[in-house]
């Protein structure tokens, strides 16, 4: 199994024929990976990318494109198939797919990438508002846990609830509050470190649309820049 991309933060990259892979990839438009982390206005970045005229993904909204990305970052799943869940798309974000920055650089040499920043316990304190909201959710519809009885060294469960980030925002001491912050931080220096300056745009929220037309090339939308705050993004919670 791959270690978790942050925690201890070691990444484990599958290379073979990837140069052949490359080649074929860059066929596919995909231009433009957001990847500032959850809760850091993944949502209103995917409102504006729409209309920016682009097509893109949200992970944590799309359930049925999760599996291959899921199963190749904690699990045995292949490159290929990962990278083949982006083919519809020419922009993508969150979790899981903003964890294969590395991987789509590669494979896109053309893609760009879009770094959002929030201040570390303002992030923390936003997925523990979501995570809070979820269970009370679940909690009254008296919905079980869906990660109950998963293998925790199975893919499935270790792509859910964020745990990458290596805490628990539903029951957190501490010591894991700590790791998870610096965990976020480090993702955010890394993100800086291995994106040449070229390919990445750090945004500012309140610097609207200007900037992030220009990085990507089209024109300023006359359209309101939009915001969007939805605490229950990506979970859908149904009464049985």
Request: glycine fraction near 4%; include cysteine; charge should be negative.
């Amino acid at each position: 199994r791959k270690p978790s991309p942050y925690y201890p933060y070691a990444r484990v990259m599958r290379c073979q024929g990837f140069l052949i892979l490359s080649f074929l990839c860059t066929s596919v438009a995909f231009k433009l990976l957001d990847v500032g982390a959850p809760r850091v206005g993944t949502q209103t970045m995917y409102d504006a990318m729409r209309i920016l005229g682009f097509n893109p993904l949200h992970t944590a909204v799309s359930n049925e494109n999760r599996p291959p990305l899921c199963d190749y970052l904690f699990g045995h799943g292949r490159l290929e198939d990962a990278l083949a869940t982006l083919a519809a798309f020419d922009g993508a974000m969150d979790e899981p797919v903003m964890l294969m920055y590395e991987e789509v650089m590669a494979a896109f040499p053309e893609a760009k990438f879009l770094l959002t920043l929030s201040d570390a316990e303002s992030w923390w304190n936003n997925i523990v508002e979501l995570s809070r909201t979820i269970a009370l959710d679940r909690a009254v519809m008296s919905i079980p846990d869906p990660w109950d009885g998963l293998d925790r060294n199975s893919w499935e469960f270790l792509c859910s609830s964020l745990k990458s980030w290596g805490c628990n925002f539903e029951n957190s001491s501490a010591e894991e509050k700590e790791t998870c912050l610096q965990n976020y931080v480090r993702h955010n220096e890394r993100v800086q470190e291995v994106i040449p300056p070229e390919r990445l745009l750090v945004y500012n929220w309140s610097d609207g649309w200007a900037p992030l037309a220009h990085f990507l090339g089209t024109a300023i939308p006359e359209d309101e820049f939009p915001h969007e705050d939805s605490l229950a993004l990506g979970v859908t919670i149904q009464a049985a």
